[in-house]
């Protein structure tokens, strides 16, 4: 039911997203715990109210991605909250309010809190230059789309929701 409309506004700057209000939804999450050589990392499963979830398609599949959800490294002084935030709009086009607290998962190369979200506005037109596509799949299809080992776990909990 939500149109797909451009983000004017979007920020621009690490100040802007942490002020984001997207995530200010009460919602109780553990205390993060980062691991000696992994980055710290945030991701956001996007969830539409048919129970269809957005895929990102990284760009010439960048790190053997073919597909996989929104997420990145958090900058210096940006919490895991407005990181999850600015990676789904830099990498889907799509303007997202967290809604929770989905899991933590030890990646190749980065320790990634990963939180539910739901889409408010934006277009996946609007995707970042990391992405090559942007796409709605249904849960039983995840694990087609999603093949990296990387996301298994993740794809594993999605599924059984």
């Not at 802007?16 to 991701?43: C, N």
């Not at 990181?83 to 086009?93: F, L, V």
């Not at 030890?106 to 934006?122: A, F």
């Amino acid at each position: 039911g939500t149109a797909f409309q451009p983000w004017n506004g979007a920020p621009v700057a690490n100040a802007g997203w942490s002020a984001d209000e997207g995530q200010e939804a009460p919602f109780d999450e553990p205390a993060f715990e980062a691991m000696p050589g992994k980055r710290v990392a945030a991701g956001v499963v996007i969830e539409e109210p048919d129970g269809r979830v957005w895929v990102v398609h990284p760009s010439n599949a960048f790190g053997g991605y073919p597909a996989t959800f929104p997420k990145g490294t958090r900058d210096p002084g940006m919490s895991l909250r407005a990181t999850a935030i600015r990676e789904a709009w830099e990498e889907s086009g799509l303007r997202v309010v967290l809604g929770g607290f989905l899991c933590d998962l030890v990646r190749s190369r980065s320790k990634t809190r990963y939180y539910r979200g739901r889409r408010v506005g934006g277009c996946p037109a609007d995707m970042g230059w990391e992405s090559q596509a942007v796409s709605l799949v249904p849960r039983a299809r995840l694990a087609e789309v999603l093949v990296n080992p990387n996301d298994a776990p993740l794809v594993a909990l999605l599924v059984q929701k």
